[in-house]
């Protein structure tokens, strides 16, 4: 198959990797444990944590999970926010042999159900704050052994404890909760997370017995298209992510000379394949991350990014666009940044511009999934400017463009993303028939993003299959018409769904969050009017304080597809 990205890469990018060179992904993680043991691996609230740390503890709680009795591969729940502890989870789970299942914290009772049932998670590690919503479910699931953990555990004694007593007595942020001892598996072990740590202290950690082929991750889909699966990540599909993201990430963090050195701002929530991925990345290196345990709190995330320099920010385009409209946030020095690193949702061109303007670094967007340890494809991180496409398929991948019978279709046609690499899930777990749906017959991974690729093999988006807008016959799609709208002065984020009308089939209707409250809909329908073709144009525009989004910042479309009442027409 001609590939022709290769010939586009910046030099010195090796065009394949190679995770062989690792038995497993507990091999990467011991061998920088050793490498690294009195440098940083964390910090947060202004408390850190050295890699020697984080071997000990995750080798104390994974000794704690062996104890009990699971097998090699059991499925153990990990529903932390960005704390130390679930660096020490994660790295605990992978080492004792078993697979992470990465729980959103704040998911309702009937979420958490969900996905601890279709798990079949054994075991869960949990912040306090949320083991009311485990409370609720626990007993219509497979979980046996509870560990609790803290807000301070990790943060030191004194200051630790006065963290943990805040939050439960002065915020009032932990809801009484009773974990049940028994259930109707048998009796359950309810350990406390300095508990755990403490008796698996006393036990030798068992060396894993997982190779490149066992699962590592059941990472589940955000749901934000039908209901969450759980998709089958190995070992080999981790260490190739973080491999093909290192080689990629070189041009611009060979700026930094010593990688160690390198702070990579950990706002996004670790559960999530974005942060999960960029986290092992900075664990390979060495390096350190400053955990943002809450970033939506936009003064405190920018009083942190005061404190050191950093070398390495990772969001989505709504935190880029938050933090742009902070004015403290425009006064920091910026002469450190060398990556700002775009994922999640589509890139904003307005949002990159200003991002470049304020911090001297450009935005490099980037593509990738649950289902490919969130590896795609990324621009350049040499280029300067917004593309306006995901860019160019990282080392080791193919990305074809196909039509619904699986056909590669010629450059400038629009289809279905089809992608194949060592980072590409297995399938879904115990769901053949949706694994089968999802993989063509030359086996590229169908995932449901339409776009066009170019001579050079650029690949731009123009949307997700269902959220394609059929306005009188033409196919209209959301992330282009948002891509104008946003660059309308006086708009801060905007989302475009496609409502019924008994005379085109489906009309256009925007939300739009201002920046500017002077802004009308007249205004911002002249501003259609002169920037997008007829059919184009919304029918209906509709301002809202805010759009309603997942927890990694993603706008979520499904939920602002309601009936439509009172609604201007332009």
């Known amino acids: 198959m001609n590939r022709p990205w290769l010939s586009h890469y910046p030099p010195g990018v090796p065009h394949?990797?190679?995770?062989?060179?690792?038995?497993?992904?507990?091999?990467?993680?011991?061998?920088?444990?050793?490498?690294?043991?009195?440098?940083?691996?964390?910090?947060?609230?202004?408390?850190?944590?050295?890699?020697?740390?984080?071997?000990?503890?995750?080798?104390?709680?994974?000794?704690?999970?062996?104890?009990?009795?699971?097998?090699?591969?059991?499925?153990?729940?990990?529903?932390?926010?960005?704390?130390?502890?679930?660096?020490?989870?994660?790295?605990?789970v992978i080492r004792a042999g078993y697979t992470v299942v990465n729980v959103n914290p704040l998911y309702t009772a009937r979420e958490l159900e969900h996905q601890l049932q279709d798990s079949g998670a054994e075991a869960i590690v949990i912040l306090e704050n949320f083991a009311s919503t485990l409370e609720e479910v626990i007993d219509h699931t497979a979980v046996q052994h509870v560990v609790v953990a803290s807000l301070g555990d990790l943060l030191g004694f004194w200051y630790g404890r006065w963290i943990s007593f805040a939050v439960r007595h002065l915020a009032k942020l932990v809801p009484p909760f009773k974990l049940p001892f028994s259930g109707p598996l048998g009796s359950r072990t309810i350990a406390s997370f300095r508990d755990a740590l403490a008796e698996g202290a006393s036990k030798a950690l068992k060396p894993s017995t997982a190779t490149l082929e066992s699962?590592?991750?059941?990472?589940?889909?955000?749901g934000t298209t039908g209901l969450s699966k759980g998709?089958?990540?190995?070992?080999?599909?981790?260490?190739?992510?973080?491999?093909?993201?290192?080689?990629?990430?070189?041009?611009?963090?060979?700026?930094?000379?010593?990688?160690?050195?390198?702070?990579?701002?950990?706002?996004?929530?670790?559960?999530?394949?974005?942060?999960?991925?960029?986290?092992?990345?900075?664990?390979?290196?060495?390096?350190?991350?400053?955990?943002?345990?809450?970033?939506?709190d936009i003064p405190k995330f920018v009083e942190t990014l005061k404190r050191r320099p950093f070398h390495l920010l990772p969001a989505v385009?709504?935190?880029?666009?938050?933090?742009?409209?902070?004015?403290?946030?425009?006064?920091?020095?910026?002469?450190?940044?060398?990556?700002?690193?775009?994922?999640?949702?589509?890139?904003?061109?307005?949002?990159?511009?200003?991002?470049?303007?304020?911090?001297?670094?450009?935005?490099?967007?980037?593509?990738?999934?649950?289902?490919?340890?969130?590896?795609?494809?990324?621009?350049?991180?040499?280029?300067?400017?917004?593309?306006?496409?995901?860019?160019?398929?990282?080392?080791?991948?193919?990305?074809?463009?196909?039509?619904?019978?699986?056909?590669?279709?010629?450059?400038?046609?629009?289809?279905?993303?089809?992608?194949?690499?060592?980072?590409?899930?297995?399938?879904?777990?115990?769901?053949?028939?949706?694994?089968?749906?999802?993989?063509?017959?030359?086996?590229?991974?169908?995932t449901g993003d339409v776009g066009i690729m170019d001579d050079r093999g650029y690949t731009r988006i123009v949307d997700r299959k269902k959220d394609m807008?059929?306005?009188?016959?033409?196919?209209?799609?959301?992330?282009?018409?948002?891509?104008?709208?946003?660059?309308c002065p006086g708009v801060l984020e905007c989302a475009a769904i496609g409502v019924e009308d008994s005379k085109q089939g489906e009309a256009i209707k925007v939300f739009v969050v201002r920046s500017d409250p002077t802004l009308t809909e007249e205004d911002l329908a002249r501003y259609c009017h002169d920037n997008l073709t007829g059919y184009k144009r919304p029918k209906y525009i509709e301002f809202?304080?805010?759009?309603?989004?997942?927890?990694?910042?993603?706008?979520?479309?499904?939920?602002?597809?309601?009936?439509?009442?009172?609604?201007?027409?332009?």
């Open 16 to 92: 394949v990797v190679h995770p062989e060179q690792y038995r497993s992904l507990s091999a990467l993680l011991e061998e920088s444990f050793r490498k690294n043991a009195r440098q940083p691996v964390s910090v947060c609230m202004e408390r850190w944590m050295s890699y020697g740390e984080l071997e000990q503890y995750s080798a104390a709680l994974g000794s704690w999970l062996q104890s009990r009795g699971l097998s090699p591969g059991a499925r153990v729940a990990v529903m932390l926010p960005n704390v130390p502890q679930f660096l020490v989870a994660m790295a605990a």
């Open 215 to 222: 699962t590592a991750f059941l990472q589940y889909t955000g």
């Open 231 to 296: 998709a089958v990540l190995t070992h080999r599909n981790v260490i190739a992510a973080i491999l093909q993201a290192e080689a990629w990430f070189q041009p611009a963090l060979g700026q930094v000379g010593d990688v160690r050195e390198v702070n990579s701002i950990a706002a996004l929530p670790l559960y999530h394949i974005f942060a999960l991925t960029l986290s092992l990345l900075s664990v390979r290196w060495g390096a350190h991350m400053t955990l943002i345990p809450n970033p939506r």
């Open 317 to 446: 385009n709504t935190l880029f666009n938050a933090l742009l409209q902070d004015p403290q946030f425009r006064q920091l020095d910026f002469s450190n940044l060398v990556l700002s690193q775009a994922g999640g949702m589509a890139a904003s061109e307005s949002t990159a511009k200003q991002w470049l303007a304020v911090t001297g670094c450009p935005m490099i967007e980037g593509w990738g999934m649950s289902e490919t340890c969130a590896i795609g494809t990324n621009n350049p991180v040499t280029d300067r400017g917004f593309t306006g496409t995901i860019g160019l398929p990282l080392p080791g991948i193919t990305i074809a463009i196909k039509d619904d019978q699986g056909n590669t279709l010629v450059n400038g046609l629009a289809g279905e993303i089809c992608i194949h690499g060592p980072n590409v899930m297995t399938g879904y777990f115990n769901q053949p028939e949706e694994t089968a749906r999802a993989f063509t017959s030359d086996g590229f991974m169908r």
């Open 469 to 487: 807008i059929l306005v009188s016959g033409f196919n209209v799609f959301p992330n282009e018409l948002e891509n104008v709208i946003a660059s």
């Open 544 to 570: 809202r304080d805010e759009l309603p989004k997942t927890n990694v910042g993603k706008i979520l479309r499904r939920a602002l597809r309601t009936p439509v009442q009172s609604l201007t027409t332009h």
